[in-house]
């Protein structure tokens, strides 16, 4: 059975920068067969997809978060994480780490999603 | 970026009615939409993958059709157990995109 879980800080202060680690069980991040992905929602707001990292280390971001994110992964470990720089208020969310479909492009897994608040 | 629009955002059925969310996408996806159930304090679970076909355990109560920009998610007969947040999403083009939600409570 595939599990992720989500570790990290609950809160960051503004301009400072949100870090979030995906451990992933039951699968390796290195199987060609997936993207390891990271999707938010801000309170009372929408899923919105942050980006994804390939086995082979290529990645893609949102358009909208693409100068802030870096999204890496660590086979040794089997985990990926999330970088996102220079946070506001806005950034406030659950943030998911999950697994997302390379041949049916559908998110198979999440993880449970901890809210992350930015304020000082 | 491909808009994705849910209706209704919220609804209130009574177990064993019929229930039925649509989702349009701002421009032709072909079937490539999923969708998703999330309940409350959990994670999104994937229920139904290109616009049709069924995640694997997902009850046959559930169906969804459609294609191109229109797409429907049918509840044949509500359950007590389905009373949750579903939402859609393309997968036709990145950046991913979602529908903002219907929330389906019992009445």
């Known amino acids: 059975q595939v599990q992720l879980q989500e570790s990290g800080p609950g809160l960051v202060r503004p301009s400072e920068t949100l870090s979030l680690t995906c451990t992933v069980s039951g699968v390796s991040v290195s199987s060609a067969n997936f993207y390891w992905t990271w999707i938010r929602q801000p309170p009372g707001r929408r899923l919105e997809w942050i980006g994804s990292i390939y086995y082979n280390g290529s990645a893609n971001y949102s358009p909208s978060l693409k100068s802030r994110v870096t999204i890496s992964a660590d086979p040794s470990r089997n985990q990926f994480s999330l970088k996102l720089t220079s946070v506001t208020a806005a950034d406030t969310a659950a943030y998911y780490c999950?697994?997302?479909?390379?041949?049916?492009?559908?998110?198979?897994?999440w993880g449970q999603g901890p809210l992350v608040t930015v304020s000082s | 970026d491909i808009q994705m629009t849910q209706s209704p955002s919220s609804l209130s059925a009574s177990a064993g009615d019929r229930v039925t969310i649509t989702c349009q996408a701002s421009q032709d996806i072909t079937n490539s939409l999923n969708w998703y159930q999330q309940k409350p304090g959990q994670a999104p679970k994937f229920l139904i993958y290109?616009?049709?076909k069924l995640a694997t355990g997902v009850p046959s109560r559930f169906s969804g059709s459609g294609s191109g920009t229109d797409f429907t998610l049918t509840i044949s007969s509500l359950q007590p157990e389905d009373i949750a947040t579903y939402y859609c999403?393309?997968?036709?083009?990145?950046?991913?995109?979602f529908g903002g939600g219907t929330k389906v409570d019992i009445k």
């Open positions: 290109d616009a049709s």
């Open positions: 999950a697994r997302l479909g390379a041949g049916v492009p559908v998110i198979f897994s």
């Open positions: 999403q393309q997968s036709h083009n990145l950046p991913l995109t």
